[in-house]
């Protein structure tokens, strides 16, 4: 990745306020496009989107974006992004397995770590895995792969895209402008990358070990 597009990252609270300032309503929309894609496509992962909501949050404390317009916004493109991700992966599940020009991008211990969810925590795996960077934009894949039924997986999916939003935006809106996270904000989105990325590498060494158990 652009060492210019990780500093943007760094200091998102500042950019993102700069950003709504130039594009006005337009920046809403996208801002929903970034979410969507995070979401609703398997292989874009890396979108920012944990630090994206607390960012979007604290910039509305500030009065440089509608707190209502922005959860509306949000958790429309969560849950629409899930929603798509879900289908994806049902398409491809009638597709010649391999033959896909999906599976070009879909990392295997990626599946695996979602499978591990899904074995442990059911359908409540949906939710939960909108905490979890990574493991968020492919957990929907495979419920689509494994042909969950979309009444169900619609049911965990308003659920996790609701309180997902409603705990990032909040949580930046009513600390995000606090001193001491404002001019510490790039340890905190660092923080928030960190926890993310340790917490994807510890489903990911569980699914592999379970993988090892299961072929012992």
């Known amino acids: ?13 500042a950019n993102l306020g700069q950003f709504f300032h130039h594009y006005g309503f337009w920046a809403y929309g996208i801002l929903f496009l970034v979410i969507f ?35 509306l916004i949000i958790t429309i493109a969560a849950i629409l992004g899930n929603s798509v991700n879900f289908w994806i992966g049902r398409r491809v599940s009638k597709a010649t397995t391999g033959d ?10 990626h599946l695996a770590s ?32 494994g042909r969950m039924n979309f009444k169900a997986f619609s049911i965990y999916n308003i659920v996790g895209g609701i ?34 990325l340790i917490t994807l590498v510890l489903v990911i060494i569980r699914a592999r070990w379970s993988n090892h158990k299961k072929s012992s």
């Open 163 to 196: 309180a997902w939003t409603l705990s990032f935006v909040l949580l930046g809106y009513f600390a995000g402008n606090l001193p001491i996270v404002k001019d510490n904000f790039h340890w905190l989105v660092l923080s928030i990358l960190a926890f993310s």
């Open 114 to 145: 979602a499978h591990v969810f899904f074995a442990k925590y059911g359908g409540w795996a949906i939710t939960i895995s909108r905490f979890l960077a990574g493991v968020r934009s492919v957990t929907p894949f495979v419920a689509g792969l």
């Open 37 to 71: 894609g995070e979401t609703g496509f398997v292989f874009l992962p890396f979108l920012p989107g944990d630090s994206l909501l607390f960012a979007a949050g604290a910039l509305a404390a500030s009065g440089g974006a509608d707190l209502f317009l922005l959860l």
């Open 100 to 109: 896909h020009f999906l599976h070009r991008f879909i990392k295997p211990h």
């Open 1 to 13: 990745m652009d060492t210019s597009l990780i500093d943007w990252f760094l200091q998102i609270n």
